[in-house]
């Protein structure tokens, strides 16, 4: 039920959300986002869009280091808070830093849901959920394309038996 539901959401974007995230590009104005990214990320972090889900670069990824934000860069989450939804989105119980993220309620579909969306670019990043793991319970259900991870090599070498190269 919860993949049908997700796959319904696909291809739906926030109307008004994306006039507000409009809004957010007079705060980075002298950016032309549409020549930044590709379509696909425009099409997300821009326009809230939503990737399919077992699809993404990241919903199955589990290199240490940091997700940050595919517009920005800004750093948005650890692989540490990172974990399993089965949800087919890259999900994390916490955020890397709280004040790098901020949320909006978003109202379309005839759902109320939390949009995540990056403090300093206003890019699209995905929802929070509430039926994450204890003690908090949250989910950050975010999609791979609103990311770009930056390997950890000091983790990778000091998990590595014999201290081999990355
Ligand atoms: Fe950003």
Same mark, same amino acid.
């Given at each position: 039920?919860?993949? @049908?539901?997700?796959?319904?959401?696909?291809?739906?974007?926030? +109307?008004?959300? =994306?006039?507000?995230?409009?809004? &957010?590009?007079? =705060?980075?104005?002298?950016?032309?986002?549409?020549?930044?990214?590709?379509?696909?990320?425009?099409?997300?972090?821009?326009?809230?869009? +939503?990737?399919?889900?077992?699809?993404?670069?990241?919903? &199955?990824?589990?290199?240490?280091?940091?997700? =940050?934000?595919?517009?920005?860069?800004?750093?948005?989450?650890? #692989? =540490? +808070?990172?974990?399993? @939804?089965?949800?087919?989105?890259?999900?994390?119980?916490?955020?890397?830093?709280?004040?790098?993220?901020?949320?909006?309620?978003?109202?379309?579909?005839?759902?109320?849901? +939390?949009?995540?969306?990056?403090?300093?670019?206003?890019?699209?990043?995905?929802?929070?959920?509430? &039926?994450?793991?204890?003690? &908090?319970?949250?989910?950050?259900?975010?999609?791979?394309?609103?990311?770009?991870?930056?390997?950890?090599?000091?983790?990778?070498?000091?998990? #590595?038996?014999?201290?081999?190269?990355?």
């Amino acid at each position: 039920m919860l993949l @049908s539901f997700c796959v319904a959401l696909l291809f739906a974007g926030c +109307t008004s959300a =994306q006039q507000d995230t409009k809004n &957010d590009e007079t =705060q980075t104005s002298s950016i032309d986002w549409s020549a930044e990214l590709s379509p696909e990320q425009y099409r997300i972090l821009r326009q809230c869009g +939503t990737e399919p889900p077992f699809t993404g670069e990241f919903w &199955d990824h589990h290199e240490r280091g940091v997700y =940050q934000c595919a517009g920005c860069g800004s750093p948005l989450f650890s #692989s =540490q +808070t990172k974990y399993e @939804s089965g949800s087919g989105w890259p999900s994390f119980f916490g955020a890397l830093d709280s004040s790098n993220i901020r949320t909006r309620v978003d109202r379309e579909h005839g759902m109320i849901r +939390t949009e995540l969306l990056c403090q300093s670019c206003g890019g699209h990043l995905g929802h929070l959920f509430n &039926d994450g793991p204890a003690p &908090d319970g949250l989910r950050y259900c975010i999609n791979s394309v609103s990311l770009q991870f930056e390997h950890d090599s000091i983790a990778s070498k000091e998990a #590595s038996p014999k201290g081999e190269q990355h």
